[in-house]
C-alpha cells in the first residue's frame, strides 16, 4: 500500500515556483504528528539528497543549495507537509520524494518530477 502520495511537480521556467504536497492519508494522527518528514530529491546521474526537513514540532533543516528559495511546512490536521519552491532553477531539477520518519521506520513515496528547463 502506498504510505506517501506526492503531488504539484510539473515543467517550471527557471525563476517560477512551484508547491509540492505530500499526503499520509494511511497513517494515524498520533503517528504522523511527531513523525520527522523530508522532502529529497535525486537528479538524474545524482544519488538521492536531502533538500528539507520537518520536525512534529516544526523545526526545520534545509540544505544549502535550497535556503531562502524553499519553505517546508506541515499540516497535521490535514497529515500533509509541503515544500513551497522559489526561484526554481535548472539546477533543482530532479525527481522529488516525500519521506516520513519515526522510530526508525522510514517510508518513501513513489516521487514526483520537477522540470525546470535551460
Known amino acids: 500500500q502506498v504510505q506517501l502520495e506526492e503531488s504539484g511537480g510539473g515543467l517550471v521556467q527557471p525563476g517560477g515556483s512551484l508547491r509540492l504536497s505530500c499526503k499520509a492519508p494511511?497513517?494515524?494522527?498520533?503517528?504522523?504528528?511527531?513523525?520527522?518528514m523530508g522532502w529529497y530529491r535525486q537528479a538524474p546521474g545524482k544519488e538521492r539528497m536531502l533538500v528539507a526537513t520537518?520536525?512534529?514540532?516544526?523545526?526545520?533543516n534545509y540544505a544549502d543549495s535550497v535556503k531562502g528559495r524553499f519553505t517546508i511546512s506541515r499540516d497535521n490536521a490535514r497529515k500533509t507537509v509541503y515544500l513551497q519552491m522559489n526561484g526554481l532553477t535548472p539546477e533543482d531539477t530532479a525527481v522529488y520524494y516525500c519521506?516520513?520518519?519515526?522510530?526508525?521506520?522510514?517510508?518513501w513515496g513513489q516521487g514526483t518530477q520537477v522540470t525546470v528547463p535551460s
Open positions: 519521506n516520513r520518519a519515526l522510530g526508525g521506520q522510514t517510508y
Open positions: 494511511r497513517t494515524i494522527t498520533s503517528v504522523f504528528n511527531p513523525s520527522i
Open positions: 520537518i520536525t512534529g514540532s516544526g523545526t526545520t
